[in-house]
């Protein structure tokens, strides 16, 4: 576990994007992540909601962590959400990222964004391309 939250740990310190936005890990294991973000009025859209973008980058976040969490490195082949309800300045949003499968070099995750009351924000899911093995590229 040491060497999975090390390694979580390396990859989001090098992770401006989400460093900058206060993006903590929270808990990690094998194929699995939970990540957590307050939304800051830097976030908040025109319409006074949490901006859609900022909610996926957070369950991307996630995806991230777990789907690297068996050691290769490993990228996002694709992506979508679906927004389920708004968040709103000052929430603290956690997102809860799970692996489904694992096939080959390929993944798939669901990760599930909730307002700390438990209200979930977004559904997301993610697919996965391993892209090294045992330290070399492929």
């Known amino acids: 576990m040491a060497d999975l939250r090390n390694a979580a740990e390396r990859m989001l310190d090098a992770d ?4 900058a936005l206060g993006i903590e890990l929270a808990e990690l294991s094998e194929g699995r992540a939970v990540m957590t973000m307050t939304v800051t009025d830097l976030m908040v859209n025109g319409h006074d909601i949490a901006h859609g973008g900022y909610v996926f980058l957070l369950a991307d976040t996630a995806f991230a962590c777990a789907c690297n969490s068996h050691g290769p490195v490993t990228v996002a082949a694709g992506a979508e959400v679906s927004f389920v309800a708004s968040a709103r300045l000052g929430d603290v949003l956690v997102a809860t990222a799970e692996e489904r499968t694992r ?3 390929n993944g798939i995750y669901d990760v599930t964004v909730r307002r700390d009351d438990g209200a979930v924000i977004a559904e997301f899911r993610g697919r996965s391309r391993t892209i090294e093995r045992n330290g070399e590229a492929e």
């Open 103 to 105: 096939f080959g070099r």
């Open 16 to 19: 401006k994007a989400s460093r």
